[in-house]
């Protein structure tokens, strides 16, 4: 086992066969640290640090053999960048940044080839806007607005050509 593993508010996420927990909080404020977990050889092997700030409470999803992680808070609030990861060249580069408000505790989630972000909770509270990615062209599309009450702290999936988001906790501090 690593290490720096113990803490909160990370993120997940998996390419191809590898799983990855990233970012966080706990014996410090902000981590920037990355470790991928190798299910054949039941190993965790420390990455390349996430690219942007420090962070936790960011979002993660992956398309083909790249990883998308941004938004989330840092020392300086909440973010709206977002990066992409390479596990085979073990770089982070950025990517275009979230046109919508920055937030922490959003959901993302991958479908159709595409990833999706949305809700979470921006500096005016909890948000329901929901954007796509588009790898091949770096650019984000505002899609429909979440139908549900704003939220932060949801769970999401997509399940081509349906996404269910779901639970999380609104503007009034009520559990979902």
């Known amino acids: ?12 996420f998996n390419v191809k066969e590898y799983g990855f927990v990233a970012l966080g909080s706990g014996i410090a404020e902000y981590f920037q640290d990355v470790w991928l977990y190798n299910d054949t050889t039941k190993a965790w092997t420390q990455m390349a640090d996430f690219g942007g700030t420090p962070r936790r409470e960011a979002v993660a999803f992956s398309v083909d053999s790249l990883a998308y992680v941004g938004s989330g808070l840092d020392a300086d609030g909440v973010t709206n960048d977002f990066w992409s990861f390479n596990p085979w060249s073990n770089s982070w580069n950025p990517i275009a940044a979230l046109p ?11 479908m159709g080839g595409r990833g999706y972000f949305g809700t979470g909770k921006g500096d005016s509270g909890a948000l329901d806007d929901f954007w796509e990615y588009n790898p091949s062209t770096d650019t984000w599309t505002q899609k429909a607005d979440f139908p549900g009450t704003p939220r932060s702290g949801a769970c999401g ?20």
């Open 100 to 110: 919508g408000a920055a937030r922490r505790e959003a959901v993302g989630f991958t």
């Open 157 to 176: 999936t997509g399940a081509f050509p349906s996404a269910f988001i779901m639970l999380g906790e609104d503007n009034t501090l009520t559990y979902k």
């Open 1 to 12: 086992t690593g290490s720096g593993l113990a803490r909160k508010s990370a993120v997940g």
